[in-house]
């Protein structure tokens, strides 16, 4: 239905910032709500934080609440994530996401296309 690239991943120390994009083909980006998930080596992949397709209400894992911030701009078919006061341990591979599900759902087998994933690491 639609295919999703991340860009905007790299190096930083800690306490900076880093702004990633997810670029949406297709013309149905606005039917889905959109979500940032993220997996470090050995550990599960975890949602991080995930905006509705409707009325753009948004979620955020506790560990990432207040420090990072989640957009879609529609028009553009490209969805954000601008992260600030970065800590060691959001290191990780991050994936962007779509779901055709109401709400903000949270869960991975809620998601039905992911990108390719963008790596973040942030040294301390």
């Known amino acids: 239905q639609v295919q999703l690239v991340e860009s905007g991943g790299g190096l930083v120390q800690a306490g900076g910032s880093l702004r990633l994009s997810c670029a949406a083909s297709?013309?149905?980006?606005?039917?889905?709500?959109m979500g940032w998930f993220r997996q470090a080596p050995g550990k599960e992949r975890e949602f991080v934080t995930v905006i509705s397709r409707n009325d753009g209400n948004t979620y955020y894992a506790d560990s990432v609440k207040g420090r990072f911030t989640i957009s879609r701009d529609n028009a553009k078919n490209t969805l954000y994530l601008q992260m600030n006061s970065l800590k060691p341990e959001d290191t990780a591979v991050y994936y962007c996401?779509?779901?055709?599900?109401?709400?903000?759902?949270?869960?991975?087998?809620?998601?039905?296309?992911w990108g390719q994933g963008t790596q973040v690491t942030v040294s301390s």
């Open positions: 297709g013309r149905t980006f606005n039917t889905y709500a």
């Open positions: 996401a779509a779901s055709r599900n109401w709400g903000t759902p949270t869960a991975r087998n809620e998601y039905d296309n």
